[in-house]
Nanobody, 118 residues
Framework: QVRLVESGGGLVQPGGSLRLSCAAS????????MRWYRQAPGKQRELLAT???????NYADSVKGRFTISRDDAKDTVFLQMNSLKPEDTAVYYC????????????WGQGTQVTVSS
């Protein structure tokens, strides 16, 4: 059994910052790519950022230059530092990871709400 648990969401004013965390737990042998997605009401889930086990990362154009993904492999945790937040960043944020237990599987967190409003 593998779990991903996000934390760090909340209410922030436009221009503010938040740092999301997502910790994996369970019978984990290895973690490959880790990702952050978001889903706003009435919209499709959007891939924001991916980081591979070597540390290379890429970003959606909508967050490039404002968001930074990072990982701590010793703690099986991925982070999303979000700066210069805008009202349109309001969404539920989800982490996703490729995890090897006895085989590779994709795991999702339960989501954390981020609201950007004055």
């Amino acid at each position: 059994q593998v779990r991903l648990v996000e934390s760090g969401g909340g209410l922030v004013q436009p221009g503010g910052s938040l740092r999301l965390s997502c910790a994996a737990s369970g019978s984990i042998a290895s973690i490959g790519a880790m990702r952050w997605y978001r889903q706003a009401p009435g919209k499709q889930r959007e891939l924001l950022a991916t980081i591979i086990s070597g540390g290379g990362a890429n970003y959606a154009d909508s967050v490039k230059g404002r968001f930074t993904i990072s990982r701590d492999d010793a703690k099986d945790t991925v982070f999303l530092q979000m700066n210069s937040l805008k009202p349109e960043d309001t969404a539920v944020y989800y982490c996703n990871a490729d995890i090897f237990t006895t085989q590779w599987m994709g795991a999702w967190g339960q989501g954390t709400q981020v609201t950007v409003s004055s």
